[in-house]
């Protein structure tokens, strides 16, 4: 069950790019997630996958310590997640009950891509631990960043440009 999760029910084995690969998955689910069941489920399912995540890579990694491996994306859906949730709570909060409109998911998933292969600052901190938790880290520090930029890039257009 653990490598199920780990490799988030397969999609890690996709070629190539398989971090970009969970990540586009990823936001598709979010985005059903957050249709169907709003931010409050969208929230409680990245909880979910949060703790899924650590459970799964640290049962994984037990006897491979410093290892992280490319089929390993549950922690991409875990970040991308995160990354989701800033769009989702402003749509929510404003009471939109539509499909997340397209510049916020676009942009949350070259923003989390961008800074989950960059690894600036705590990004690059998380991901230099060498442990199970670093693995997940550095795409949880990534999603925070994210989901910070889609917000700046929101409030830059429609505070700003318009």
Do not use: C
């Amino acid at each position: 069950m653990s490598r199920i999760l780990a490799t988030f029910f397969g999609t890690g084995l996709l070629r190539p790019a398989p971090g970009t690969w969970g990540s586009a998955v990823a936001v598709a689910l979010g985005m059903l997630i957050d249709r169907v069941a709003g931010f409050p489920g969208l929230a409680l399912m990245t909880a979910v996958m949060i703790w899924a995540g650590f459970w799964a890579v640290n049962r994984e990694l037990s006897d491979r310590p410093g290892e992280d491996p490319s089929e390993f994306v549950i922690d991409e859906v875990a970040g991308q997640w995160v990354a989701l949730l800033f769009p989702s709570a402003a749509f929510w909060a404003r009471g939109w009950d539509g499909w997340m409109p397209w510049p916020a998911p676009v942009a949350a998933f070259l923003l989390f891509r961008l800074f989950d292969i960059w690894k600036p600052w705590l990004v690059g901190a998380a991901d230099a631990r060498g442990d199970a938790a670093g693995v997940m880290l550095d795409d949880l520090w990534a999603g925070l960043f994210a989901g910070i930029g889609v917000m700046i890039a929101a409030g830059l257009y429609h505070g700003v440009m318009m």
